[in-house]
């Protein structure tokens, strides 16, 4: 399986076996930019108040702009506040950890990768998940006492899971994520099958804890060679689409409350997520060295949510070579090139209505359909 947005890239060093891995993780990163750039193109985060003139005087001579609200707004107005202001400056700081991650990698750089990588998964993505668990508690502590949006300090790997099988329940998961699974990959550092050991080897020289204690005349990640690097792109690319699988439902969950978009738009970008997760699958299934149950179960979810939404939609099952289609540009399996235009015009349309980068992205999808994108 070839992907020319991969091949391309200049520096490149990343073996084909990964590619499927690199992708999906690089197409749910773009989901999750998108419902950033949309959002600030749209003003959806920027919060707008009708003003007596009283109120105006009061407003213009506070020197707390937040503090005034909360004085002078009903408290989940306070909040609202907060989580929108908030919502977009963490999620645009995790993409670009996220994106760096996955740019060094492909170039071999993987000592970088991983110590990019415990932000956004340990600290970022739980204030997130407290967020959608309790609002008023989030921003409570947030002005009171931000150290409590710390995640490592909540206490260990069962409290985590517990925190994220209540965030599942409310967001209305199908079962494709283990919470207990989620809290060992962020958390866990006593576990091989675990982000945190390998982050905390990637960011420091020397480990001194006994489940990542650096090994005799070693120095950490200094001298990996090609097969040590390809160990670490195993584990990386088999763990982490998992977890960026999670990360696009949690930041979708929240985006929803501040500014939901169309169904129609948020079904194609599952469909083409959930194509490349199909495809990354069957490279799952050829490294049993680094499979896992939860993993396994995520595909087969993810394959079976696919299945039913294209036969509710009046589509046949996806045949492998629907996938590749189907990710790039959300095609159902066998629609016309005619439908899937008109479908991404109607995007396009809406996405320059508010000034958004997707309208270029959908008119290069749209020209290799062989279409004028301009009617």
């Keep these: 399986m070839r992907f020319p947005s991969i091949e391309s890239r200049k520096g490149t060093i990343l073996p084909g076996e990964f590619w499927a891995g690199h992708e999906l993780c690089l197409c749910i990163h773009d989901a999750m930019a998108q419902m950033l750039v949309s959002g600030q193109n749209a003003g959806a985060f920027h919060v707008k108040y009708e003003l007596t003139e009283q109120e105006r005087q009061t407003f213009e001579s506070s020197e707390d702009i937040f503090q005034w609200v909360e004085q002078n707004r009903k408290p989940e107005d306070h909040t609202a506040l907060l989580v929108t202001t908030i919502f977009p400056a963490i999620l645009s700081d995790m993409l670009h950890c996220i994106y760096e991650v996955l740019e060094t990698s492909r ?7 991983y110590m990019l990588l415990r932000k956004p998964l340990q600290e970022s993505l739980y204030v997130l998940e407290t967020v959608i668990a309790n609002r008023e508690d989030f921003a409570k502590k947030l002005v009171e006492e931000p150290i409590k949006l710390e995640g490592r300090g909540v206490g260990g790997r069962e409290i985590h899971a517990a925190n994220i099988a209540k965030v599942l329940a409310s967001i209305g998961s199908d079962g494709r994520f283990s919470p207990d699974y989620l809290a060992q990959l962020r958390y866990d550092k006593s576990t091989k099958d675990g982000f945190d050991g390998i982050c905390n080897k990637a960011i420091h020289l020397f480990t001194g804890h006994k489940a990542i204690a650096t090994e005799k005349m070693n120095i950490n990640f200094i001298f990996s060679g090609w097969d040590a690097k390809h160990t670490q792109w195993s584990f990386l ?12 439902q949690i930041v979708e969950s929240v985006c929803s409350t501040i500014a939901p978009g169309p169904k129609e738009y948020r079904d194609d970008i599952e469909r083409r997520i959930a194509a490349h997760v199909l495809m990354w699958s069957g490279t799952l299934a050829d490294n049993k060295t680094y499979a896992s149950a939860p993993l396994l179960g995520f595909a087969f979810k993810s394959r079976e949510w696919l299945f039913a939404h294209c036969k509710a939609h009046g589509f046949r099952a996806p045949e492998f070579k629907d996938l590749l289609r189907m990710s790039q540009t959300g095609a159902f399996p066998g629609e016309s090139r005619w439908s899937l235009w008109r479908r991404l015009r109607k995007f396009r349309i809406a996405a320059e209505a508010c000034g958004s980068t997707s309208a270029s ?6 020209r290799a359909l062989g279409f004028d994108p301009i009617l």
């Design 237 to 248: 690319y088999t763990r982490l689409p998992y977890l960026l699988a999670y990360a696009y």
């Design 107 to 113: 170039k071999a750089k993987l000592n970088v990768s």
């Design 361 to 366: 992205r959908l008119s290069t999808a749209q």
